[in-house]
Nanobody
Framework: QVQLVESGGGLVQPGGSLRLSCAASGSIFSIGAMGWYRQAPGKQRECVATITSGGVTNYADSVKGRFTISRDNAKNTVYLQMNSLEPEDTAVYSC???????????????WGQGIQVTVSA
């Protein structure tokens, strides 16, 4: 049906930057809101940032001014530019996309498999 594939994670030193990408493919008619979520060990999953199909963004207070979410609707891709990374940003990051399927026109949420981001000296 629909697959979300994330890339761009890894190990970075405090103060460094990473750019995550999440590309959606499959039976897509359109995509509504997209977002990035993260879950650190022993903690609940939290919403990091979301972006509507029209480009309206929303951020968690902990990442405002450091992270930027964007999307390329032609490529069905959402990005997360992460700057000034802190050890507290270490987590598994997952993307989410609300997809209107091409053959049913139903709106279904899909998730990526998750990608590790580790911020450490």
């Amino acid at each position: 049906q629909v697959q979300l594939v994330e890339s761009g994670g890894g190990l970075v030193q405090p103060g460094g930057s990473l750019r995550l990408s999440c590309a959606a493919s499959g039976s897509i008619f359109s995509i509504g809101a997209m977002g990035w979520y993260r879950q650190a060990p022993g903690k609940q999953r939290e919403c990091v940032a979301t972006i509507t199909s029209g480009g309206v963004t929303n951020y968690a207070d902990s990442v405002k001014g450091r992270f930027t979410i964007s999307r390329d609707n032609a490529k069905n891709t959402v990005y997360l530019q992460m700057n000034s990374l802190e050890p507290e940003d270490t987590a598994v990051y997952s993307c989410n996309a609300n997809v209107v399927l091409s053959y049913t026109r139903r709106l279904i949420p899909y998730w990526g498999q998750g990608i590790q981001v580790t911020v450490s000296a």
